[in-house]
């Protein structure tokens, strides 16, 4: 879909938006710092979750998620002015739980920029440093500058700014091969003024100043970036440094570090020979330098425990005993239906043995269920982690072998805890897996992952739905006391909500948020809509939007069977009544119905297939929206 409205942004710098020649006055800095996030993520979802940590670091409010749809629906009216208070417009969309800008690639800075680079690689020469140089002219700060407080900077922005600064690189070097160093030369003082302590930037600086014939401010600025790091990290310039000052004091040297000498623009990490335990003592200093624990601290990434968490106590035993074996496990890997609690446990889990692995804690929300091109990468998680460990982006290696050497070789001396969120598949997390050393994953997925058990030493944790006392534990965390006075009021609840944690929370949320909204009256909504989501008032938009990632993530034809499952009248059916359902070979049943098993929709028993009653509802739902009525008609009078 192409957007037809003539708005152009910017995230090179400050967030900015235009409508034609005006300007867009974008309203608050929480709402600038949405759009910077939704632009920093070029066209790719980012859910509502991400949207709340974005704007709460810790402790967000009750009504956070209801905060962040107003943020979103105030910037859509800035989009589309006149568009009604609910409507969902046209360039700001929602995609399940999540949202997305529709963006075209010349309306976006950080777009256009990522094509001049591109292009600027496949060529060579002064074609290649012309587009390196309108490629960094679109940079006018860091990636969303001034809006963020408390002067923490968000992964995201982060990593937009080492594409600047890779850049920089690629272009300083081409610049230095072609004799036009001019041309970069103010983009590289901008990228070297603002990471002083990166020193593949600081002497690429060096030799560009060099072959500008300003060899004296190159010296200057040499005693400059020395004196810095011995005040500030306590060592001493680094190889690349050391030639690129000796370059200067050699009349004779070629500017661009090449001949003798190890050239600035050489790979500071090997690939396949990461820096890290005895290996890195065979390592030039400056490589051995990048591997050492970052000055700042152990990183401390875990999002905040839920305040009314509660149960699972056999899960959280199951875990304590997978890690006191003879053997103890590096990974637990959480799966469950969708709404069923594996963040919330997962980060309850994390925050119980955080203090076993005093070398700090990783979280990466994987995004392994968002559509589009919006789920990560290992190499982009792995980029990340790195940053977090202390590796300068400059030491970063580009291929994902190398990355994953690298990340494991810095594991190897340390005990951390990496939290692995909304995992996809085998394949989404094995490279994040610590080799050798202490270090521990917990990972979660709405789907069961094949592969876990094995030589990594990874064990799956299975999370089912609450029994009736804790969900009832569980609703009077979140509403107090209150709850004794209607007890049939509370078991009508637990009992429409199915045990989904999700489902209780959002009954929770409701009634907290209007003090009017009595727990009978709440419990007469669900009994009134008899089954439907609609009982949930507004609150079924977010029960959708959560079963939708795990919907989406089906193949056609098992889609088809689950739209068709509730048609069949009896709470569970044998393969061979969804097999007449839905017009199918026995065998073609089993696969799809496995395909549903996988993704935790249906879940398979005494010869039987068992579908949650929330998701037989939105099942139903979908069917009504996408089925032909008739053909529906058809299918359940074929059901035995």
Known sequence: ??????????????????????????????????????????????????LVDLLWESDPPPSAVNVVHRHVGMLRRIFEPGLPTRAAGSVLIRDGAAYRLLIEEDSLDLLRFRRLVAQAGGRSGEPAVELYREALALWRDRCASGVQAGGRTHPEFVAVDGEQFAAVRAATDAALRAGCVHAVLPAIRLAAEQEPLDEALQARLLLA??????????????ADIAHRLADELGIRPGADLRAARDSLLDDDAPADGSGSRRGVGAAIIRPGAPPGGAEAALLPPAERELSQPSSAGPPAQLPADHPYFSGR???VAAAEELLAGDRPATALVIDGMPGVGKTTLAVHLAHQLAARYPDGQLHADLRGFDSGDSVMTPAEALRGFLWSLGVAPAAIPAELPAQAGLYRSILAERRMLILLDNCRDWDQIRHLLPGAGGSLVIATSRRRITGVAGPANAHPLHLDLLTDAEARELLTRWLGDGTAADPAAVEEIV??????????????????????????????????????????????????????????????????????????????????????????????????????????????????????????????????????????????????
Do not use: K, N
């Open 495 to 640: 009992a429409r909500c199915g045990g989904l944690p999700l489902a209780l929370a959002l009954v929770a949320t409701r009634t907290v948020g209007r003090p009017a909204l009595s727990l009978p009256a709440v419990a007469g909504e669900l009994a009134e809509a008899d089954g439907r989501l609609a009982g949930f008032g507004a609150a079924h938009a977010d029960l959708e939007a959560i079963f939708s990632w795990s919907y989406r993530a089906l193949t056609p034809e098992a889609a088809r069977l689950f739209r068709l499952l509730p048609l069949h009248p009896a709470p569970a059916l044998s393969t061979e009544a969804a097999a007449a359902l839905a017009g199918l070979s026995l065998h073609s049943a089993r696969g799809l119905l496995a395909e549903l098993a996988a993704h935790l929709l249906v879940q398979p028993g005494d010869d039987r297939w068992r579908m949650h009653d929330l998701l037989r509802a939105y099942a139903a739902e979908l069917g009504e929206e996408h089925d032909d009525a008739a053909e529906r008609d058809g299918w359940y009078a074929r059901t035995p």
């Open 209 to 222: 100043l060099a072959a500008d014939g300003r060899r004296a401010e190159a010296l200057d600025a040499y």
């Open 313 to 315: 106590r056999d899960l």
């Open 1 to 50: 879909m192409r957007m037809t409205s003539p708005l152009s942004f910017a995230v090179l710098g400050p967030v900015r938006a235009w409508r034609g020649g005006s300007e867009l006055d974008l309203g608050t800095r929480q709402q600038r710092l949405i759009l910077a996030f939704l632009l920093a993520r070029a066209g790719g979802a980012v859910s509502v979750a991400e």
